[in-house]
């Protein structure tokens, strides 16, 4: 069956780099879109970036200076980098799954990290 | 970038009540619009896909239609367990956005 399940540290410095990583299973990352969307805790969901089957990648305008999505196919994991963490940034992080090329529904998520940004 | 306007932002209701979200986006967005619901502590799951189809497993209960931008997902008769936060999401052109959401409580 899908799944989705991200990974990463649960405690970020301010003005370090998060990294986390969604590992897929039950599709091919080559066949599928997966984006990334957080939450901050009590508000509402923030659609980060997408990669799509063939690498493409596209992103949130506000994130885009900070934010890089890539993968391995071969491992079938998406990977989040993004920079100059500050409080804000503090949220739950979900990677989710379209067809398409991104152009249809979010049908699987994965259950979320929480990431929290304090020194 | 296309901005989603959810109303109202939080909805009372009773059980069996029939109930109305609405989901208004700045420029037409083709029925290219899904409804989410998230409850406490949980991952948003996908309840409507392309405005108006029911996603499997999903209660017939809940129903969506719009088109241009005006979108509305309405619940026929309202139960406990929809207690939840109900949020649009549109993939018309990139970037991809949500709404707001609106909570839904039970009065």
């Known amino acids: 069956q899908v799944q989705l399940k991200e990974s990463g540290p649960g405690l970020v410095q301010p003005s370090e780099t998060l990294s986390l990583t969604c590992t897929v299973s039950?599709?091919?990352?080559?066949?599928?879109?997966v984006h990334w969307v957080r939450q901050p805790p009590g508000k509402g969901l923030e659609w980060m970036g997408i990669?799509?089957?063939?690498?493409?990648?596209d992103y949130n305008s506000a994130l885009k200076s900070r934010l890089s999505i890539s993968r391995d196919t071969s491992k079938s994991q998406v990977f989040l980098k993004m920079n100059s963490l500050q409080t804000e940034d503090t949220a739950i992080y979900y990677c989710?799954?379209?067809?398409?090329?991104?152009?249809?529904?979010?049908?699987?998520w994965g259950q979320g990290v929480m990431v929290t940004v304090s020194s | 970038d296309i901005q989603m306007t959810q109303s109202p932002p939080v909805l009372s209701a009773s059980v069996g009540d029939r109930v109305t979200l609405s989901c208004k986006a700045s420029?037409?967005?083709?029925?290219?619009l899904d409804w989410y619901q998230q409850k406490h502590g949980e991952a948003p799951k996908l309840l409507i896909y392309?405005?108006?189809n029911l996603q499997t497993g999903i209660p017939s209960r809940f129903s969506g239609s719009g088109s241009g931008t005006d979108y509305t997902l309405t619940i026929s008769s309202l139960q406990p367990e929809d207690v939840a936060t109900y949020y649009c999401?549109?993939?018309?052109?990139?970037?991809?956005?949500f709404g707001g959401g609106t909570k839904l409580e039970l009065k």
């Open positions: 999401y549109q993939y018309n052109s990139g970037p991809w956005t």
């Open positions: 990669i799509r089957s063939g690498g493409s990648t």
């Open positions: 420029q037409n967005i083709n029925k290219n």
């Open positions: 392309y405005t108006n």
């Open positions: 039950g599709f091919s990352l080559t066949s599928n879109s």
């Open positions: 989710t799954r379209s067809e398409y090329g991104g152009y249809s529904e979010l049908d699987y």
